[in-house]
């Protein structure tokens, strides 16, 4: 099962950095950033789109109509709409929300950001996200992209999550530590 998932995340890659250096090569990026957002705003809020996609018993040439479109009623750029039929026809289309994710994840390096996870007890507002993101892009003097996600285990406080960095200063964790200590003692 392993093997398949390499498989996955390399092909993802292979296909989201050509479709990167095609639009990098032709001054495209930020036009096939707005599409790529488009589609994958497509693919996350639509599982009978997503089951489409997945369901290989579909013909190429029926996937290839709805793509173009898709492609003509979102009006994106020819390189997109290409790349999409490209890889309808290599049977990749499976992996498109991988390599849709992939492509902004380049994109996103290249602007020099980095994506990170906040974790938090509760819903935090605009302003409480906005602070944190200012003090750790402060902090590692880098941009950050925050994914913000809730978890009610951690009682209180937040977990941040930056690369191979993990900032935990929730009262689950602290908790832990003090059980931990009481253990070895």
Known sequence: ??????????????????????????????????????????????????????????????????????????KFKKTVNNFLQLIIKKRRIYFLDKILKKFIKLTSEKKGKIEATLISSKDLSQEEKNNINQEISKAIKSNIDFSHKI?????????????????????????????????EN
């Open 151 to 183: 978890d009610k285990n951690l009682i209180s406080g937040v977990k941040i999550q930056v690369g191979s960095l993990l900032i935990d200063t929730s009262v689950s964790n602290k908790l832990k530590r003090i059980k931990q200590s009481m253990i």
């Open 1 to 74: 099962m392993s093997g398949v998932k390499t498989f996955s995340n390399e092909t993802s890659e292979r296909y989201a950095r050509a479709l990167f250096e095609l639009a990098n090569e032709n001054s495209e990026v930020e036009d096939i950033e707005k599409n790529i957002f488009l589609l994958l705003e497509i693919c996350n809020k639509n599982p009978p789109f997503i089951n489409f996609l997945k369901n290989p018993t579909y013909q190429l040439d029926i996937q290839s109509k709805v793509f173009n479109d898709i492609s003509s009623i979102m």
